[in-house]
């Protein structure tokens, strides 16, 4: 009798307890199981497909569902056992045909980069040196060359925290970032360089300060940008900028050339230009209003002449009227 109240009360136990540990785990709501089972569904189409790139993005899927062994117990295993080596046969295919780095994520149509898959199974030394070989085939792309230099940028190392549960960074080798330093010093000189061509055309008429102002300005702002990369900073291509403006400010034609100096100062962003520069601004300043009110004087000396000669009309065609007896 004993033993049979206590069987009784474990059983209500177990019965009341049920519901509590199905609230607990967040596996076993309906929306999760719905999405296991697609994704394991998913899984089972591209291994029967024949297309790598689909099996690949389906195996990325399963390992990213920790729900995914409450509803088959082999997929994830798999997953895992198949995923690394699967990404490095589609990378080193992709490697081979040239395809080096694409901005777009992984595709299931194969058209994906040797970077995204080395980067994707969390191979980053080989992401790495596909993204220098890009760099190397496009050393003058500035964009591709941010895009390197942040590569690091969500990658995750080493074992979680069991307190945090975060994982460190993962920073990639010296090497690399010297690389990288390398070509944008290269291509700062190269644009530096390029700029002094502009030079000769800052003594010529008014017309040639013009062009070559724009088109040494472009230079040396995105000799400035390459420089922000390389040891000692953008000072050179600032420098530079006072030194252009200078140049002009010996001008003897101030009122076309000057405005172009000003140009120069403010993109070197030295004491020295920010003091010229807002010198000229506020002469530019006081000959505007200065050509404000000469304009404001003649307008006014204009309406009073206007009104004089009308004064005159009245007074020539009232003598008439009054000849001819109106």
Known sequence: MHLRRIFGYTAIFLV?????????DICLGDEEEKAAKAQV??????????????LFIAYRSIMNNDCIDRYDKTAMATAKANLTKLGRDLAKTAEA????????????????SAFRYFDAIGDYPEANRVMLKAMHLKPEDLQLFKIAWAIDQGRTAGSRDPR???????VSPPAYRQE???IASTNADRLMKAEEKDAPGLSGSAADVSVSTMSSLQK???????????PG??????????????TIMKRSDPTFTHMNATLYYEFSGSPKGKEIAAQLKKKGEESQRAM????????????????????????????LEKELGF
Not at 41 to 49: D, G, Q, T
Not at 101 to 106: A, F, L, R
């Open 41 to 54: 569904a998913a899984l089972r189409k591209a291994e029967s497909s024949g297309q790598p790139a689909a």
């Open 180 to 182: 990288l330093t390398k």
């Open 292 to 319: 404000e009110k000469t304009g404001n004087k003649l307008k006014e000396a204009i309406t009073e002449q206007s009104a004089a000669d009308q004064k005159k009309f009245d007074k020539k065609k009232a003598d």
């Open 233 to 246: 900073g953008d000072k050179p291509a600032k420098d530079r900028a006072d030194q252009r403006g200078d």
């Open 97 to 112: 045909k040239g395809v080096f780095y694409s901005p777009e994520p992984v595709r299931p149509d194969g058209h994906t």
């Open 16 to 24: 009341l307890a049920a519901p509590a540990v199905r609230a607990d």
């Open 164 to 170: 945090t549960g975060e994982q460190p960074p993962y």
């Open 220 to 230: 040396l702002r995105t000799a400035a940008e390459w420089m922000t990369y390389a």
